[in-house]
């Protein structure tokens, strides 16, 4: 049984169609030949428990680090790529108006998607110029010719049931709309979705040209592989955006669990998602400060805690109390490479501010002005993309951030490889 939380859905809208769509969404796709479980009844204001539905059981692999790496999987994996671009053809071919799905669904070009997703983060009121900096591109390279079909919006890793057969069930249609194909094809394709392996960029699995290929071989159309990279582009910098967006939740309540600002630090992730697409080129790293001579040293008193969460308290626990020691233990790192890292890191951050605004000496200026500056002059327009000053300083602060926020993010390597070796 899907159900409501609490029995009690939302107002329904065009872009929050509610669970009675969400199940017929599902028929729709079913019909159409795309793997979903079978809906057996949608509940009914008589049945006196909320909206929902009951469905068939299925079983299968969901989250996407197993369906990575699951040994189960490895016969299978290599044509999940493929399968996965027929699927997607599939739902993009339904007809809109004999299902009835024209009625509910909101319609969202590419540019109102971007904008309202600019907006959100505005919103916010931090500066990330790096966020604006994809807004900007974005805009400037809308697509062009789209037909519009239904879209699944988020058709990723971890949202595709699998077995040893191949895909068992596309799930999580709650933000289905009528808009650009190439979105799912692109979103698949993000690099927050790899889960580590970064070298097969459709969900960790599989290669681009077998995507492309399942999705012509029942399209019957080429794929617009200039909009899928847009479209690419734009899930970085979408989920970059919602992991702020998280950071906000912990900050306002009511979601106060340790979790929440542990995502908002992901955010930088994205961020170098999109510096490796838009603006790749050479980087310095920051040196580590040499800690004070306390005795303990501010890094030995967190490594010391991160240690007692996940030797002592993770293998005491289960579930979610054992999933949030990690986290802890992985918000402590960020802690300790913020402390030797962001003084070089901010200082070196302000030092390119002002040679791109030259402004110099005596000035009352500090960092927090000059990146405000450098957001609104991208938000305005008076500050050219293509500036080599300005992709210089953008690619540094972020490279170095996720340094401090998650150097084990596959991103991060592609980020500070030698030019001659980069790939995306």
Not at 17 to 32: D, I, K, R, S
Not at 191 to 203: A, E, I, K, T, Y
Request: glycine share 8%; aromatic share 8%.
């Amino acid at each position: 049984m899907r159900r409501a939380s609490g029995g009690v859905e939302g107002e329904i809208t065009a872009s929050h169609p509610g669970l009675a769509v969400e199940a017929l969404l599902m028929q729709t796709a079913a019909a159409a030949g795309v793997p979903e479980p079978e809906v057996h009844y949608v509940l009914q204001q008589q049945d006196g428990i909320g909206p929902g539905f009951i469905m068939q059981w299925l079983e299968g692999f969901t989250l996407g680090a197993q369906i990575v790496k699951a040994p189960e999987l490895d016969e299978i994996r290599p044509q999940l790529a493929r399968r996965c671009g027929e699927v997607l053809a599939r739902i993009h071919g339904i007809d809109l108006a004999a299902s009835g799905l024209d009625q509910h669904l909101q319609e969202l070009s590419a540019e109102e998607y971007v904008r309202q997703t600019w907006q959100r983060y505005q919103d916010l009121n931090i500066a990330q110029p790096m966020i604006d900096y994809s807004a900007r591109w974005l805009l400037d390279n809308l697509p062009q010719n789209v037909h519009p079909a239904l879209v699944h919006n988020d058709f990723r890793n971890g949202n595709v049931m699998v077995n040893n057969s191949g895909i068992v069930a596309v799930l999580d249609w709650e933000v289905a709309h009528i808009g650009d194909p190439m979105r799912d094809l692109g979103w698949i394709l993000t690099h927050s979705w790899r889960f580590g392996r970064d070298h097969l960029p459709v969900g960790g699995f599989g290669e681009i040209a077998d995507l492309f290929a399942g999705y012509e071989s029942v399209s019957g159309t080429p794929v617009d592989a200039e909009a899928v990279r847009f479209w690419q582009v734009f899930g970085s910098f979408w989920w970059a955006v919602g992991c702020l967006g998280m950071a906000e939740h912990y900050r306002n309540g009511p979601d106060k669990t340790v979790e929440r600002p542990a995502i908002g630090r992901r955010s930088s992730e994205c961020q170098v998602d999109c510096v490796n697409l838009l603006i790749p080129g050479s980087v310095v790293l920051e040196t580590p400060q040499t800690m004070p001579a306390a005795m303990p040293r501010v890094d030995e008193l967190l490594t010391s805690v991160s240690d007692f969460l996940r030797q002592d308290v993770m293998s005491q626990t289960q579930g979610r109390a054992q999933f949030m020691a990690r986290v802890a233990a992985n918000s402590l790192d960020i802690v300790q490479r913020e402390c030797a890292l962001s003084a070089a890191c901010l200082a070196s951050e302000e030092q390119r501010l002002r040679q791109l605004f030259d402004v110099q000496g005596a000035s009352t200026a500090n960092l927090d002005d000059l990146r405000w500056r450098l957001v609104l002059g991208l938000r305005d327009g008076s500050v050219e993309l293509d500036s080599p000053t300005l992709q210089a300083h953008l690619r540094a602060t972020v490279v170095n951030q996720i340094a401090i926020d998650q150097p084990r993010y596959p991103g991060f390597k592609t980020a500070t490889q030698d030019a001659s070796q980069r790939h995306q």
